[in-house]
C-alpha cells in the first residue's frame, strides 16, 4: 500500500492550491484518511480527516477556509486549500488508516509529503 500526495506549491497570500492523495495497492478498506502539516520548528498537527467514525475532523486554523472531499472510487482525498495565509506554510502529508487485501487489522499509512509555501 502507498500513498501518493501531490498539489504543493508556491502561492501568494489569499490564494488557493489543491492536494490530492490517492492510495494505491491491495486495499481492502480504507478506515480513515486526512491530511496532517508540520511547519518548521513544529510539531506535526491535523489538518483535515475523514474520520474512522465518519466524520470530518478539521483544525480551528484552517475551518472556513480549507475543505476535504474524496473520491471513494479512485481512493483519493482532496484539499482544496483557499485563502492562504503565511503561517499555513508547512509540509503536508497525507495519513490513512487501512486494512490491506488478505490481512487481518489496520495500518497506519504515511505518503511523502508535499511542500506549500505562502509568500509574496
Known amino acids: 500500500v502507498q500513498l501518493q500526495a501531490s498539489g504543493g506549491g508556491l502561492v501568494l497570500p489569499g490564494g488557493s492550491l489543491r492536494l490530492s492523495c490517492a492510495a494505491s495497492g491491495s486495499i481492502f478498506s480504507i478506515n480513515a484518511m486526512g491530511w496532517y502539516r508540520q511547519a518548521p520548528g513544529k510539531q506535526r498537527e491535523l489538518v483535515a480527516a475523514f474520520t474512522s467514525g465518519g466524520s470530518i475532523d478539521y483544525a480551528d486554523s484552517v475551518k472556513g477556509r480549507f475543505t476535504i472531499s474524496r473520491d471513494n472510487a479512485k481512493n483519493t482525498v482532496y484539499l482544496q486549500m483557499n485563502s492562504l495565509k503565511p503561517e499555513d506554510t508547512a509540509v503536508y502529508y497525507c495519513?490513512?488508516?487501512?486494512?490491506?487485501?488478505?490481512?487481518?487489522?489496520?495500518?497506519?499509512?504515511w505518503g511523502l509529503g508535499t511542500l506549500v509555501t505562502v509568500s509574496s
Open positions: 495519513n490513512a488508516v487501512i486494512t490491506p487485501a488478505g490481512w487481518k487489522g489496520s495500518h497506519d499509512y
